[in-house]
């Protein structure tokens, strides 16, 4: 099991930018999928962003244009550059990790975004 340490989250206003942060306990980390994934109140998780072993990007269509997910391999971390917050963007956020058939889950950081 990896360990997984998220920091980044806070309560910003609309249009604001956050950035998250994910370091993995593992030497192994270039070879694993990762990627965000968030879950509102009263709401079922859902895929954010994901990203390859070979740096290929997905988003869902709510954050296409807004966040960036990327990763720095050197540092076993990976990134969700939040821009131009919305209130909808509000959630837990959770870093996931992925290497064949066995995936890792972070503890989760908030992002609330009110006016």
């Known amino acids: 099991q990896v360990q997984l340490v998220e920091s980044g989250g806070g309560s910003v206003q609309p249009g604001e930018s956050l950035r998250l942060s994910c370091t993995a306990s593992t030497i192994l980390f270039k070879l694993y999928n990762v990627g965000w994934y968030r879950q509102a109140p009263g709401k079922q998780r859902e895929m954010v962003a994901t990203m390859t072993e070979v740096g290929r990007a997905d988003y869902t269509d709510s954050v296409k244009g807004r966040f960036t997910i990327s990763r720095d391999n050197a540092k076993n971390t990976v990134y969700l550059q939040m821009n131009n917050l919305k209130p909808g963007d509000t959630g837990l956020y959770y870093c996931?990790?992925?290497?064949?058939?066995?995936?890792?889950w972070g503890q989760g950081t908030q992002v609330t975004v009110s006016s």
């Open positions: 996931n990790v992925v290497l064949g058939g066995t995936d890792s």
